[in-house]
């Protein structure tokens, strides 16, 4: 029978009691549980982090009836004879960001909505750190060892991710409260702690210095995720399926799926799948960027707004040393550690001290230039624009190009491109061609001299030439030995 799929349920007891797909994770979260006690891990949106957080919930819960079949499921029979209390915080769920104070007031809620659920008789404290405290140790007096699942632990900092200033007075009210974790640490058994940045010794998390990040650690690479193995043995019927439907072999739907969704690697050696657009391509059968599309945080958008970042081809190969992501906070980090955070870039190999990050797939590749386009040149209709550019090259109509071109940018806001020069117009051609999924090579060097652009399209090669002034861009396209001049 064809299961259920999972879309944007995070809920693993959701999942299982409704028999819907789960892939089982419980072998790699029980080494976790065997091995340690403080872990942290860094994952992008959309992951199966709050997935992993919920699985450990029903296990230190000792729910043995979610287990059944499940690589875990004889640990879980014997929990259950001894239950452990449990306090999870989702980061991402407070009421207000407004400013401490309401922050402060948010946790102290969910503080005391987890001690209404285990019926504790606890009067609020005047500041959260208090209330953790009091919480921690009354579960323990009554329970034993308590289980602590922190959720999106740096949401509250990615929301001022655009101002410094309010970023370190969240980040120090936090490690204020986080603190507790280590000063209570007889009274805990296990602690589990996720979010989209990595920490840094000095950050949020100085005083928690047993605290074991995973987050590129070869051992837990798969914990997320869909390794290739997991896709062909859990999506098999869901393969047979769509495959017939798109009129394809299950070898050439794959590849297909492999070349848009494969290729986050963490650790330099492991490959995983976007669950999430794996997820939604078996539901909708259709090659599309789910994972940019859905909801692309603003801390994001914030981010690359505030800091330089470059034409999105030059992060191709882009070589970073080893701790390139411990080197800052998130909102001052290096742009290549934000958008391999973020997971926009991932580790495409490891050499000694030098890592190559790179695009994982095709859904990220063209998602990167569409958050350029859409937040460097203002361009919301990059789709269409792309596409006309495509009919044109098709129909050798050099005009269309540049009628296309020029469309795009009267959708420009004027203070936008007044002062810009000919690279800047260069760029957001090339962008346009990216999205496209033309192929294309820049500023290629010949014994006659430089062609700005050439493009290889079916047959044809198109040569492009741009001539800037204040007044005119100039392009100089030649297609099949014809040479045009079209002033843009």
Known sequence: MLKVLPIGEQNFETIRKNNWLYIDKTKQILQMIDNSKYYFLSRPRRFGKSLTISTLESMFQGKIELFKGLY????????????????????????????????????????????????????????????????????????????????????????????????????????????????????????????????????????????????????????????????????????EITAQKKSMSKKELLDKIKEYYDGFSFDGITRVYNPFSVLKFFKEKYFYNYWYNSATPSFLAKYLKKHKIKNPKEYINQKVTIDFTNASEIE?????????????????????????????????????????????????????????????????????????????????????YKDRDEYWYRSLFLMLLSVAKIIYFAEVHTYQGRSDVIIQFDDKIIIIEFKFNKKIITAVFVANDKQKQIVM
């Open 332 to 416: 001052t980090a290096d742009v290549e550690s934000f958008l391999f955070q973020a997971g926009y870039l991932t580790i495409k190999e490891k050499r000694g001290n030098v890592i190559i990050l790179d695009y994982p797939n095709e859904e990220v590749r063209s998602s990167m230039y569409s958050l350029f386009l859409e937040n460097f040149y203002n361009i919301k209709e990059y789709a269409i624009f792309s596409d006309d550019i495509w009919e044109a090259l098709d129909e050798e109509n050099i005009n269309k190009i540049v009628e296309t071109f020029n469309k795009g940018l009267k959708g420009i806001p004027y203070d936008d």
């Open 72 to 239: 875990a499921e004889e640990w879980a029979k014997e929990q259950s004879k001894h239950p452990n209390p449990i306090i999870t915080l989702d980061m991402s769920g407070l009421d207000s960001y407004e400013n401490i104070k309401e922050i402060d007031e948010s946790l102290i809620n969910d503080l005391q909505h987890i001690a209404n659920e285990y019926k504790l008789s606890i009067d609020k404290e005047r500041n959260a750190k208090a209330m953790f405290k009091k919480l921690i140790y009354t579960l323990y007096e009554k329970f034993g060892l308590v289980v602590v699942l922190i959720d999106e632990y740096d949401f509250p900092i990615t929301e001022y991710i655009d101002n410094i200033k309010m970023a370190e007075k969240v980040r120090k009210f936090l490690r204020n409260f986080y603190i507790t974790l280590k000063t209570y640490s007889k009274y805990l058994r296990f602690v589990f702690i996720t979010g989209i940045s990595k920490f840094t010794k000095v950050g949020i998390f100085s005083g928690l210095n047993n605290l074991d990040d995973i987050s590129m650690s070869e051992e837990y690479g798969d914990i997320v995720g869909y390794t290739q193995q997991e896709l062909e043995d859990n999506f098999s019927e869901w393969l």
